[in-house]
């Protein structure tokens, strides 16, 4: 089972998202001894820094300020420090610190801008986070396992490939999280952000919060989950 949604701005491809894994995921045993409906997803997000851009049920961080604080995380490398400690990962550790046996170290993300100055139609501007070495035996191995990237119309477009998503309680913060590392890498080349693709091979809610997800699929299709929509500066205002 697969599914396919397109929305104009974040807020309204994840509704999308969530209610297209609702009608047609399949329910499907997980390693936590737990259910969950699943089904793989690809969600294309045609201008994501449309406002409005958050969307207050897609903040499950503990806060409002959490989403930023996950931002920082991403996009700034303020929990790299954790790496070895007390977490398996981080993805800015993995993807501009990638580190290799024998004490080699990668900044992918700037080789991908290099990349990109010489030639924007490359189809080899890629990040990736999988260390088999590592993660094969780990419990908490990285989600996100690529960011693909491609200069279009002089726009930077990025596609996230997860292997599993947690759709109600990751995918909308994942996804504004690597949309501000897309703007990020797009204003140090000098360009504008094009389209976000995330593609997703387990697209997922885990049985323990269907009933919540089935009350927000029903504020969808009444129209009462835009009242959760805000625009970045108001946002902002609130935190």
Same mark, same amino acid.
């Given at each position: 089972m697969a599914i396919f949604v397109k929305g104009r701005n974040l807020p309204e491809a994840w509704e999308k998202s969530?209610?297209?894994?609702? +009608?047609?995921?399949?329910?499907i045993e997980t390693e936590y001894g737990d259910f969950s409906r699943d089904t793989a997803?690809?969600?294309?997000?045609?201008?994501?820094?449309? =406002?409005?851009?958050? &969307?207050?049920?897609?903040?499950? *961080? #503990?806060?409002?300020? #959490?989403?930023l604080d996950y931002v920082d995380e991403v996009v700034n490398g303020v929990n790299d420090w954790r790496v070895g400690k007390d977490w398996h990962y981080t993805y800015h550790e993995r993807l501009f610190k990638y580190s290799i046996p024998f004490g080699h170290v990668i900044d992918q993300i700037e080789a991908v801008i290099t990349k990109l100055k010489e030639r924007p139609y490359t189809r080899r501007a890629q990040a990736i986070t999988w260390q088999p070495?590592? $993660?094969?035996?780990?419990?908490?191995?990285?989600?996100?396992? +690529?960011? !693909?990237?491609?200069?279009v119309d002089e726009r930077l477009v990025m596609h996230a490939h997860m292997r599993s998503n $947690?759709?109600?309680? *990751? *995918?909308?913060?994942?996804?504004?999280?690597?949309?501000m590392l897309?703007?990020?890498? *797009? =204003?140090?080349? #000098?360009?504008?952000?094009?389209?976000?693709? &995330?593609?997703? $091979?387990?697209? &997922?809610?885990?049985?323990?919060? !269907?009933? /919540?997800? =089935?009350?927000?699929?029903k504020q969808? =299709?009444?129209?009462?989950?835009?009242?959760? /929509?805000?625009?970045?500066? $108001?946002?902002? +205002?609130r935190i």
């Open positions: 969530i209610i297209e894994l609702w +009608r047609k995921g399949i329910d997803a690809v969600i294309l997000v045609e201008k994501p820094f449309l =406002e409005p851009r958050v &969307h207050l049920k897609g903040i499950v *961080a #503990g806060s409002l300020k #959490g989403l070495w590592k $993660d094969l035996k780990s419990d908490s191995p990285p989600c996100l396992q +690529r960011l !693909w990237f491609r200069v $947690d759709a109600f309680k *990751a *995918a909308f913060m994942n996804m504004y999280a690597f949309t897309q703007k990020k890498m *797009a =204003e140090k080349m #000098g360009i504008k952000t094009g389209y976000y693709l &995330h593609v997703a $091979d387990s697209y &997922h809610v885990y049985a323990k919060d !269907w009933k /919540w997800v =089935e009350k927000f699929v969808i =299709e009444t129209g009462m989950s835009k009242r959760y /929509w805000m625009s970045t500066q $108001d946002y902002l +205002r």
